[in-house]
Every structure is written in C-alpha cells, then in structure tokens.
C-alpha cells in the first residue's frame, strides 16, 4: 500500500533530503534553504519547527540528524555548520570548534554510535574536520575497528 503525504509548506519546492526520526517525525530539507521537521499524524504532515540559516546558492549539500536524534547539523557555502536542537528549533552555536573555513561546507556525517561528526567542503586540499568527545584508548580500538560510512 502506497499514500502520498502533501504540505503546503512544500509546494513547488524541490526536495533534497529526508531524515526519518521515528515513526511519527521527519526532517525534510529542500532546494529554498530551509530544513523542516514535520511530525505525521493521521497521515498528513504537521510542520513542527523550521531551521533556517544554512544558505546556498550553488550547491546542495545535504544535512544529518544526530543517532539520537535530537540535533540537525548542516553545512553551508559560509563555511561555518549549523547545529540545531530538533525538538525546541534552538540554533546552538558551534563557535568553541575554532573553525576558520575559507570555502563552502559541502559534507557533513555524524558517527552511529559515538558523539563524531565529520565536516568537509571544496575548500584548498578539501580538508576533513572531525570532531568529538575525547575517548579512551579502548574507545578509540572500538571506533577505529568498525566500519565507518563517510561520504
């Protein structure tokens, strides 16, 4: 059995991505530079929260939700990645990480299972951030031994 599930929010938009949450919220990013969580009920979407912020004009670089899903992390042609609380749409600042990007932000992953995230763009030598929690050595066995999916 197949439903289509509309919203005015989405119309004539093109959508770029979609992060399933669980069984009843969705995050939906689009081609006019907003990402949208919608929570589903009664087979129709109800729009939750909106997270602006991340532009692009020339690429559409796609944004993750956190394994617990709680935050939303996007990159953005500014060079500087948008954190977002998914459940109050407070933006957090990730000021603390020091970045200095001279370039867009193109890729953006967060570990499955351990607080990670990895941040790249096409920028000179297409340097990768990897940022995290500091871990002890048998931590970092443990991650170093499972297969990580990065773009």
């Given at each position: 059995m197949r439903s289509l599930i509309t919203h005015e929010e989405l119309k004539e938009d093109i959508i770029i991505n979609i992060k399933?949450?669980?069984?009843?919220?969705?995050?939906?990013?689009?081609g006019d530079n907003l990402i949208r969580h919608f929570e589903i009920a009664s087979n129709r979407l109800k729009l939750i929260d909106k997270y602006v912020g991340a532009n692009f004009e020339t690429t559409m670089p796609l944004c993750t939700?956190?394994?617990?899903?709680?935050?939303?992390?996007?990159?953005?042609?500014?060079?500087?990645?948008?954190?977002?609380?998914?459940?109050?749409?407070v933006q957090i600042s990730l000021d603390h990480?020091?970045?200095?990007?001279?370039?867009?932000?193109s890729v953006c992953d967060w570990h499955p299972k351990y607080n990670l995230i990895l941040?790249?763009?096409?920028?000179?030598?297409c340097p990768i951030f990897v940022y995290g929690n500091t871990l002890s050595e048998a931590e970092c066995k443990i991650v170093a031994a499972q297969q990580m999916v990065w773009y």
């Open positions: 399933i949450l669980n069984k009843n919220h969705l995050v939906i990013q689009s939700v956190s394994p617990d899903n709680k935050y939303i992390l996007s990159p953005s042609e500014s060079g500087k990645p948008m954190l977002w609380d998914v459940f109050t749409g990480l020091n970045l200095d990007i001279k370039g867009p932000l941040i790249s763009g096409f920028v000179e030598f």
